[in-house]
């Protein structure tokens, strides 16, 4: 089954995930309403009735994908990946754990961090011109 990782991919998924359903429900029809499948029931369904994965493998590999388009980064998965790169550089943390961490233990370190993130975030250093997106997102966040 396609998964829309933008906005971009949703009318694409739904409508590969339509064609599914529908060839589903004509496959199962009125006994579907009958009896309440449950996943081993579906399971079994698709190991006894072969044609029924091979359409599915079918439809699967008919589908389209649509590549990301990294240069335009419509979802901001670059930007932060990026900005997160280069964050760690430019303003490392040292944290350390002991060997057998206790909850408590834990819950310092990753407080520790949420406090380094929110100072960063106040911090005008921290943002570059070219990551004003970032920037407000981030303050936004905070």
């Not at 949420?114 to 250093?125: I, V």
Request: hydrophobic residues 45%; charged residues 25%; contains cysteine.
């Amino acid at each position: 089954m396609p998964i829309a990782h933008s906005w971009d991919d949703i009318a694409f998924a739904a409508a590969a995930n339509q064609v599914t359903r529908d060839h589903l429900n004509k496959l199962i029809g009125a006994e579907w309403q009958r009896q309440s499948f449950k996943k081993d029931d579906l399971r079994q369904l698709v190991l006894d009735n072969p044609e029924l994965m091979a359409d599915l493998v079918k439809i699967y590999r008919a589908a389209k994908p649509i590549e990301y388009d990294f240069d335009r980064d419509p979802t901001g998965e670059v930007v932060w990946y990026r900005a997160s790169r280069d964050a760690v550089t430019r303003f490392p943390l040292a944290l350390t754990l002991p060997t057998d961490p206790l909850a408590q233990d834990i819950l310092s370190v990753v407080l520790i961090i949420c406090g380094h993130f929110k100072q960063l975030l106040a911090s005008p250093a921290f943002f570059k011109a070219d990551s004003s997106c970032v920037n407000s997102t981030g303050q936004i966040t905070y």
